[in-house]
């Protein structure tokens, strides 16, 4: 959000100076506010899902990530504190977290790390930003995967 906020700040700025300078700063926050804002713009304009579970597994589409069922170890129901709330977040624990690391978008991968940090997992979805609730993921994660997986 913070680089957003400086990415549309930059852009302002930079269209108001008349100058080389400006251009540059303009056209820098232009490219930040596409690589930061770009999913936010996506996900809420496009609907495109934070995440989907099928047959095959879970994918993470704005995170450029897809589990197969063999590779997801479990997704369970947690809360992350922020100060003196709480909030409701959805852990999904793949077998191999480092890999899902280095499979997500390049942007994503420090909070990736912090997550596994903080949670254990790479993968941490707030109820805030998902258009189901956490436990209609979870049966659909139960009705979905295979026995064996």
């Known amino acids: 959000m913070l680089f957003t906020l400086a990415a549309v700040a930059g852009v302002v700025f930079g269209v108001t100076r008349p100058d080389l300078l400006g251009v540059l700063i303009a056209v820098s926050g232009a490219v930040l506010l596409v690589v930061f804002g770009g999913p936010i713009i996506v996900s809420t304009v496009c609907r ?31 809360v992350a504190l ?37 949670y254990g997992t790479p993968i941490v979805l707030s109820d805030l930003s998902l258009d189901h609730s956490i436990d209609d993921i979870v049966t659909a994660v139960r009705r979905r995967r295979p026995a064996t997986a």
């Open 48 to 78: 495109v899902p934070v995440v989907a579970v099928d047959e095959s597994g879970i994918r993470f589409p704005l995170m450029g990530v897809r589990l197969s069922w063999g590779e997801v170890a479990s997704v369970t129901r947690s």
């Open 82 to 118: 922020r100060g003196k709330t709480s909030t409701p977040v959805l852990l999904i624990v793949p077998a191999e977290p480092e890999d899902v690391v280095r499979r997500a978008w390049p942007w994503l991968r420090r909070e990736a790390r912090g997550n596994m940090a903080r």
